[in-house]
C-alpha cells in the first residue's frame, strides 16, 4: 500500500482542509494510505473515516491579519512554538515513510510558516528512496506582494518540487492568471480540474427547487460577514416572493450570533438563523439560490449542486482572490457579484432576481473531477520517479 502524507494549515476558514480530505478521499479509493498533517484549529470532523489525523500545535490568524500567527489561546506564537511544529511534522514524516509528499498551498503561500515546511522539504529529499514531492494550489491565488517573494517561491518550485497539483480546469482559468511569471516551473504544472466533493444529494431541476435561500459567509468576525448576515434579514423581509431564508453561521460565536439574528424581527417567519452543519450540501441541492461569499469550497458545492448564487467577495485585507473567482464563475453560470462595502437588501433582492429569473447565464462545463485526475497524475509521476532511479 502506498502512503501520502499531505501536510495542510488552514488559517481562517477550513477550506484548505476540507479539499485536502476530499483529496484523500479519492485516494483511499484507489488504495492509498492517507495522512493528513494539520496544523490549523482542530477540525476532525471534516475528515473521511479511514484517514490518519496527525495534529499539529495549532495556529490561526484574527481577522484578516495574516502577519501575526495566534496558538489556541489566541496569543502570538514564538520561536519554541514554530520549532515544536516543525519537530512534530519532521516526526510524522519519519514516521509515516510515505511515498509522496505534498503541501498544500506553500510555496504559493504561507510564508510565515516555512520553518516547518521548508524542514519538511529538506527531510523529503534526504529521504532513501525519496518520495515524490508536489505542491498543492487551487485555482487563483492571492499575487505575491513583492518580486522577491515571487522568486523565492519560484526557485523553491523550481528546485525542490516535482510537480505541481493546480487543482482548476484550465479551459476556465489558468494559474499565470493570478501568478506574474511561471516560466521558472512551468514544466511541472499538473492541472487536474476542480476538486468537488460529490457526496451531497443529487441537484434539484430548477422547477423544482422548493428550499430556503440560503445564506453562508464562513466563520470569524470580520465586519463584511456581519453586514451581509445583516442585510440579508432585511432582505428576507422585504422579499414579496415570500420565500423563506435560512441563514447559516459558522465560526466562533456561531451560537451568540445565531441568538442575536433570531431575535430580530421577522425571525423564525422570514427567515431561520443556525449554526452550519453537515447537511449543508442537501441543503444547496434544494435551495432556489445561494447567498454568499466565493471561496473556493463554496464555488465548488454550487456547481454540483447546480445552483445559482449571488457572490459577496471577502476582500478585508486587501484580498483578491474571491473577488477574482467571483467575476471568473459569473462568465460561466448564473452567478451575481455584489461588494460587500456597497451592499443593500435591494442589491440583494435584485441580483436574485437575475440569477433565477429566465434570461440567466447558463452553466458551462467544467471538470470538477479533479480529485481523481489528482491520484491518476500522482501515480503516473511516482512510476516516472521510480523508473528514473
Same mark, same amino acid.
Given at each position: $500500500?502506498k502512503?501520502i502524507?499531505?501536510?495542510?494549515?488552514?488559517l481562517?476558514g477550513?477550506?484548505?482542509?476540507?479539499r485536502?480530505s476530499?483529496?484523500g478521499?479519492?485516494? $483511499?479509493?484507489?488504495?492509498w494510505?492517507?495522512?493528513?498533517v494539520?496544523?490549523?484549529?482542530p477540525?476532525?470532523?471534516?475528515?473521511?473515516p479511514? $484517514?490518519e489525523?496527525?495534529?499539529?500545535p495549532p495556529?490561526?490568524?484574527?481577522?484578516?491579519?495574516y502577519?501575526r500567527?495566534?496558538?489556541?489561546d489566541?496569543v502570538?506564537?514564538? $520561536?519554541?512554538?514554530r520549532e515544536?511544529r516543525r519537530?512534530r511534522?519532521?516526526?510524522?514524516?519519519r514516521?509515516?515513510?510515505p511515498?509522496?509528499?505534498?503541501?498544500?498551498?506553500?510555496?504559493?503561500?504561507r510564508?510565515?510558516?516555512?520553518?516547518?515546511?521548508?524542514?519538511l522539504?529538506d527531510?523529503a529529499?534526504?529521504?532513501?528512496?525519496?518520495?515524490?514531492?508536489l505542491?498543492s494550489?487551487r485555482?487563483? #491565488?492571492?499575487?505575491p506582494? *513583492?518580486l522577491?517573494?515571487a522568486?523565492?517561491?519560484?526557485?523553491?518550485l523550481a @528546485?525542490?518540487?516535482?510537480g505541481?497539483?493546480?487543482h482548476?480546469d484550465?479551459t476556465?482559468?489558468?494559474?499565470e492568471?493570478s501568478w506574474?511569471d511561471? /516560466?521558472?516551473f512551468?514544466?511541472?504544472?499538473?492541472y487536474t480540474?476542480?476538486?468537488a466533493a460529490?457526496?451531497?444529494?443529487?441537484a434539484?431541476?430548477?422547477?423544482q427547487?422548493?428550499?430556503?435561500?440560503?445564506v453562508t459567509?464562513?466563520g470569524?468576525?470580520?465586519g463584511a460577514?456581519?453586514? #451581509?448576515f445583516e442585510q440579508?434579514?432585511?432582505a428576507?423581509?422585504?422579499?414579496?416572493?415570500?420565500?423563506?431564508w435560512?441563514?447559516?453561521?459558522?465560526?466562533?460565536?456561531?451560537?451568540e450570533?445565531? /441568538?442575536?439574528?433570531?431575535a430580530?424581527p421577522?425571525?423564525?417567519?422570514?427567515f431561520?438563523?443556525?449554526k452550519?452543519?453537515a447537511?449543508?450540501?442537501?441543503?444547496?441541492?434544494q435551495?432556489?439560490?445561494?447567498v454568499?461569499?466565493?471561496?473556493? @469550497?463554496?464555488?465548488?458545492?454550487?456547481?454540483?449542486?447546480r445552483c445559482?448564487?449571488v457572490f459577496?467577495p471577502f476582500?478585508d485585507g486587501?484580498e483578491?482572490?474571491?473577488?477574482?473567482?467571483?467575476?471568473l464563475?459569473?462568465?460561466?453560470?448564473?452567478?451575481?457579484?455584489t461588494r460587500?462595502?456597497e451592499? /443593500?437588501a435591494?442589491?440583494? #433582492?435584485a441580483?436574485?432576481?437575475?440569477?433565477?429569473?429566465?434570461n440567466?447565464?447558463?452553466?458551462?462545463?467544467i471538470?470538477i473531477?479533479g480529485a481523481?485526475h489528482?491520484?491518476?497524475?500522482?501515480? *503516473?509521476?511516482?512510476q516516472?520517479?521510480?523508473?528514473?532511479?
Amino acid at each position: $500500500m502506498k502512503t501520502i502524507l499531505f501536510a495542510v494549515t488552514h488559517l481562517l476558514g477550513t477550506g484548505h482542509l476540507s479539499r485536502i480530505s476530499t483529496l484523500g478521499q479519492a485516494y $483511499m479509493a484507489r488504495g492509498w494510505r492517507v495522512v493528513i498533517v494539520s496544523g490549523g484549529r482542530p477540525a476532525p470532523h471534516l475528515l473521511r473515516p479511514g $484517514m490518519e489525523l496527525i495534529q499539529l500545535p495549532p495556529v490561526s490568524v484574527e481577522g484578516a491579519d495574516y502577519k501575526r500567527l495566534l496558538d489556541s489561546d489566541g496569543v502570538v506564537i514564538d $520561536m519554541a512554538y514554530r520549532e515544536a511544529r516543525r519537530d512534530r511534522i519532521l516526526e510524522a514524516l519519519r514516521a509515516t515513510a510515505p511515498d509522496v509528499v505534498v503541501t498544500e498551498l506553500y510555496p504559493f503561500g504561507r510564508q510565515l510558516l516555512r520553518l516547518e515546511f521548508d524542514a519538511l522539504l529538506d527531510a523529503a529529499h534526504a529521504m532513501r528512496p525519496k518520495p515524490l514531492v508536489l505542491a498543492s494550489s487551487r485555482d487563483i #491565488l492571492e499575487p505575491p506582494r *513583492t518580486l522577491e517573494k515571487a522568486h523565492k517561491t519560484e526557485e523553491r518550485l523550481a @528546485n525542490r518540487y516535482d510537480g505541481v497539483l493546480v487543482h482548476a480546469d484550465p479551459t476556465i482559468v489558468r494559474l499565470e492568471a493570478s501568478w506574474p511569471d511561471i /516560466t521558472p516551473f512551468a514544466d511541472k504544472l499538473q492541472y487536474t480540474g476542480y476538486v468537488a466533493a460529490q457526496d451531497g444529494a443529487a441537484a434539484t431541476p430548477d422547477d423544482q427547487r422548493t428550499g430556503d435561500i440560503l445564506v453562508t459567509a464562513g466563520g470569524g468576525d470580520l465586519g463584511a460577514r456581519l453586514r #451581509l448576515f445583516e442585510q440579508a434579514t432585511e432582505a428576507a423581509i422585504a422579499d414579496t416572493q415570500q420565500r423563506r431564508w435560512r441563514i447559516l453561521v459558522g465560526g466562533g460565536g456561531a451560537e451568540e450570533r445565531v /441568538t442575536t439574528l433570531m431575535a430580530r424581527p421577522g425571525a423564525g417567519e422570514r427567515f431561520i438563523a443556525e449554526k452550519v452543519h453537515a447537511g449543508f450540501r442537501d441543503l444547496l441541492a434544494q435551495a432556489p439560490a445561494l447567498v454568499g461569499q466565493s471561496g473556493y @469550497n463554496t464555488a465548488m458545492d454550487l456547481l454540483v449542486a447546480r445552483c445559482p448564487a449571488v457572490f459577496c467577495p471577502f476582500e478585508d485585507g486587501g484580498e483578491t482572490e474571491q473577488l477574482a473567482r467571483a467575476r471568473l464563475w459569473a462568465k460561466h453560470g448564473p452567478f451575481e457579484v455584489t461588494r460587500s462595502e456597497e451592499l /443593500t437588501a435591494d442589491d440583494l #433582492l435584485a441580483a436574485l432576481a437575475r440569477v433565477t429569473g429566465p434570461n440567466r447565464v447558463a452553466f458551462s462545463p467544467i471538470d470538477i473531477d479533479g480529485a481523481t485526475h489528482s491520484v491518476e497524475i500522482t501515480e *503516473t509521476l511516482v512510476q516516472r520517479l521510480k523508473d528514473a532511479r
